[in-house]
């Protein structure tokens, strides 16, 4: 059903399901803060669920459920289906790396009496919205012997946090002169560590003191931070949103959203008829790019050694099975605010509550950069979720003029096959609290179980 509320098709005891759905979402970006942590929990989920780890399997055949990670920052997931894997697959792509702020590599420093450490925001981010809040750390050290150590300072309700100081309204008559770019400067975005002296030591005796409580809570030195891993993010779990508890507010929807739901959707999926798969990457936020971004040839390797575990090996058969595939990257759609009515054409935006959203073209200005779906290709997903019963409703990324954005989608359709955006509209979009509507979760996770089994 195109362009309508989906609440209103459900009784009570659906909305119910909806609720229940929502609290494992909640779950899983409350414990997946970062690339790493979602990754971990997928592997939990998947296991539960049977599958296992590819590199465990020496044969492959229809019904088997496997997993394979990259460098602990992606993974795919796949069902074999009945027919050959060069008959093509069907296929689920989210992105799991969100805006945030990197510590670099030498962070730690002491200033008037504070100890403070250096970032590097990532990803496109209004920087003024992430001075004053609570923030935590979560990431890996890797120590020259390989040990590697997570670190995790915030999460817990009993630990502290640490922030980014802003300069009191008293004194910023200059400061909110300047542009809304440049009211917080990046070099800026530095979080204050702590401020406690150790004892008996004269020379930045608060930056000593610092890392004294690292080196007893973690074992790590100031050096081990040249090969550390350590992202700022908001602290805090998901919470429910609105007096109706109607939304989830929560860091990290764009585009976690898409990922827990391509997630569910895959683990519905017993014996299909062509292979299904869910692959979620890193990097989409800075250009899918590196090892584990979408321009990896991780996923195409991965695909060679399905083929080869099918008893195949074959460039040619690889090829084939991509060109051959049918896609949902599933990302984030800019959800019309009532606040801000003036950047979408409204007649062609997404509405919360309204389902799942299909971006045939996303990009900025003139298309650039982006996939432009085939027009077949969007009538056979019509037909399905029509059939189902599932809403959903098509969008652009604001005005033409306004601005735009990327997705994975361009980078898989450079291998030949049907690719075309569905995910979730989503309010706040990059700020440290993003909201979707509940309705529009679960309405996006029957969406992608229902191309994985009938497209």
């Known amino acids: 059903m195109y362009g309508k509320l989906a609440w209103e098709k459900y009784n009570d005891e659906q909305i119910n399901d909806i609720m229940t759905f929502n609290e494992g979402y909640k779950n899983y970006i409350t414990k997946g803060k970062t690339e790493r942590l979602c990754v971990s929990e997928t592997v939990k989920l998947a296991m539960a669920h049977g599958y296992k780890e590819l590199n465990e399997v020496d044969i492959l055949k229809p019904g088997d459920k496997v997993y394979v990670t990259n460098m602990k ?118 979080v204050t560590f702590g401020s406690i002296p150790l004892k008996d030591h004269e020379k930045d005796a608060v930056k000593a003191n610092v890392l004294k409580i690292l080196k007893d809570k973690y074992d790590f030195d100031e050096e081990d931070f040249l090969s550390a891993e350590i992202e700022i993010v908001p602290s805090g779990k998901a919470r429910d949103y609105g007096i109706d508890r109607s939304m989830v507010a929560g860091y990290g929807h764009d585009d976690r959203v898409c990922a827990y739901t391509s997630l569910m959707a895959i683990l519905d999926i017993e014996m299909p008829d062509y292979t299904s798969c869910c692959i979620l990457v890193d990097k989409e936020e800075i250009g899918s790019v590196g090892a584990t971004g979408a321009q990896s040839l991780f996923f195409e390797n991965t695909v060679s050694e399905l083929l080869l575990k099918q008893g195949t090996d074959s460039f040619v058969k690889t090829r084939k099975a991509m060109a051959n595939s049918k896609m949902l990257s599933s990302d984030v759609s800019a959800g019309v605010d009532p606040l801000y009515l003036s950047v979408n054409d409204k007649k062609n935006a997404a509405y919360l509550g309204k389902g799942i959203v299909f971006n045939k073209y996303t990009g900025a200005r003139g298309k650039s950069g982006s996939n432009d779906a085939n027009p077949e290709y969007m009538a056979e997903i019509r037909k399905i979720l029509d059939d189902d019963n599932i809403y959903y409703q098509t969008a652009e990324l604001g005005k033409v003029d306004q601005g735009g954005g990327g997705t994975i989608a361009y980078i898989l359709g450079n291998y030949n096959m049907n690719v075309i955006d569905a995910g979730v509209a989503v309010l706040n979009m990059h700020a440290p609290m993003e909201i979707v509507s509940k309705v529009d979760v679960y309405e996006a996770y029957l969406a992608y179980r229902t191309f994985l089994k009938q497209i």
């Open 73 to 190: 920052k992606n993974i795919a997931l796949f069902v074999i289906g009945k027919k050959p894997l060069e008959d093509g697959m069907r296929i689920l792509g989210a992105h799991i790396d969100s805006p945030r702020m990197d510590l670099k590599q030498n962070p730690l420093y002491e200033s008037e009496g504070f100890a403070m450490l250096d970032t590097h925001y990532y990803g496109g981010v209004k920087k003024y919205q992430w001075v004053t809040i609570p923030l935590s750390m979560v990431g890996v050290v890797v120590k020259k012997d390989g040990t590697v150590i997570n670190v995790n300072i915030g999460e817990d309700e009993n630990d502290p946090v640490v922030g980014i100081s802003d300069l009191l309204v008293h004194l910023s008559a200059d400061q909110l002169k300047k542009d809304g770019a440049k009211v917080i400067e990046g070099e800026d975005l530095d």
